[in-house]
């Protein structure tokens, strides 16, 4: 843990929220799949699963909080839980898979890596990953997803961006991006993360050299390579500002994956 860490959030009041409103919403059940060690103590890993008995449901895999200090994710899956009772009717199409908060550790000390000062989301290629992605990969092994879809925060941007990894015609970035521009400021640089974008998308393929030579200087598989190279078609990673309020940020995550939901 690094020296000058210091506390500032709380992973068992988290937990206890979870399951609060995991207990008033009909359908939608908590599992603890594993525990996490550090030097902090040991935090239990849960996924949150609603499963629907449509017969055309979409399969959807959701994370946050793979990086403890963009937050805004891991509260947007509270409110999400709320949202599953307040418009049930929607959310009934749609078989979900939920990892509320990844990094446990992480989330309340506010740091990108865990406790062992790893980067989990460059830890999905490697052949012993850290406890936390080796439990997430076990819990979806052997699923099939039409979405993965990932809650981030990015400290420098100016507006909402994000990465899309998804099969030919199935893109569906761009009408993300125009669902929430009356609720925050778009990143519409032409180059983001040192990456080409067009209003606000980032769009990477493996057919392109340059994309491929930009995972190789990372170091590892970001959770969005992961689930394109095993199947899924539409992949998508969202970034809000880390210079809007919280109440903000939270409103453009759950607008952008609603939105992402009614494409399916």
């Known amino acids: 843990m690094p020296r000058h860490a210091k506390k500032i959030r709380s992973y068992a ?29 040991n935090y239990p890993f849960f996924v949150l699963e609603r499963p629907t008995a449509v017969s055309d449901k979409k399969r959807v895999c959701l994370s946050a909080g793979i990086h403890g200090d963009e ?18 009717a929607f959310f009934e199409k749609f078989d979900l898979c939920c990892f509320p908060c990844v990094n446990p550790f992480a989330y309340e000390f506010n740091l990108r890596e865990n406790g062992k000062g790893k980067d989990l989301n460059r830890e999905f290629n490697t052949r012993s990953p850290e406890d936390e992605i080796r439990l997430l990969k076990e819990a979806v092994s052997g699923k099939c997803f039409d979405l993965a879809y990932e809650f981030h925060e990015d400290c420098d ?10 099969r030919e015609g199935h893109a569906i970035g761009e009408k993300i991006i125009e669902a929430i521009k009356t609720l925050c400021p778009v990143q519409d640089d032409e180059m983001i993360e040192e990456m080409p974008a067009s209003n606000g998308v980032i769009s990477a393929s493996f057919s392109d050299p340059d994309f491929c030579d930009r995972l190789e200087e990372i170091g590892g598989w970001p959770q969005t390579i992961f689930f ?37």
Do not use: D, W
Request: include cysteine.
């Open 228 to 264: 394109a190279k095993t199947g899924t078609p539409r992949c998508i990673t969202a970034e809000t500002p880390l210079n809007l309020e919280m109440a903000q940020r939270v409103n453009v995550h759950l607008r952008a994956f609603e939105k992402a939901l009614s494409l399916l």
């Open 71 to 88: 937050p805004a994710g891991v509260e947007a899956v509270l409110f999400l839980i709320a949202r599953f009772a307040s418009v049930p």
């Open 13 to 41: 009041e988290l937990t206890e929220k979870m399951i609060a409103l995991t207990q008033k919403v009909s359908g939608t059940a908590l599992h603890q799949v594993g525990e996490i060690h550090s030097s902090a103590g």
């Open 157 to 166: 941007a100016k507006g909402f961006y994000l990465y899309e990894v998804s």
